[in-house]
């Protein structure tokens, strides 16, 4: 067997997340204290196919997942907000991006959203949120939550 290796500089934050598509043809990367999540055809020397845009202002892993038909890519923001990515490249998801990128973004919690999964047979989703808040007298209130959203 040739191993293959190609060395992609992306991020200076540290990757916590990568995901294969099911024909293997796109790798998706996410990074600690970044702001996208990339796709990369893995056909031609991992070239940047999309990137995708969240709100990430926090050291902790923020997850994203595909469901299982590969037409939705869902991500938690900083502000307690989910993002959904179109993959199929219709308009059917909602908002359309400066970049053509369709997205749909809703509120899910009153803090961070740092997972979230898709059923593998159903339409839910699945979000939790939280983080360390290091407390001072009269700062905001903490959410550590799971939550499954049904659409």
């Not at 190609?6 to 540290?14: E, N, Y």
């Not at 845009?53 to 923001?77: C, P, W, Y």
């Not at 973004?105 to 360390?132: C, I, K, M, Q």
Request: charged share 25%; with cysteine.
């Amino acid at each position: 067997k040739q191993w293959y290796q190609r060395r992609v500089a992306i991020t200076a934050g540290g990757v916590t997340q990568i995901l294969f598509s099911k024909d293997g043809n796109r790798l998706y990367c996410g990074s600690r204290m970044e702001g996208e999540i990339y796709c990369f055809d893995t056909r031609y020397n991992g070239s940047v196919l999309h990137t995708y845009h969240r709100d990430v202002q926090t050291n902790q892993r923020i997850q994203f997942d595909i469901n299982k038909s590969e037409s939705m890519l869902a991500t938690g923001n900083h502000d307690g907000t989910v993002l959904l990515f179109d993959l199929s490249g219709e308009q059917s998801v909602v908002n359309q991006e400066d970049d053509g990128m369709s997205e749909l973004r809703f509120e899910a919690h009153t803090d961070t959203v740092n997972g979230v999964s898709f059923h593998p047979y159903w339409g839910l989703l699945a979000t939790v949120s939280g983080r360390r808040h290091f407390h001072i007298e009269d700062s905001e209130t903490e959410e550590n939550s799971l939550k499954i959203w049904s659409f």
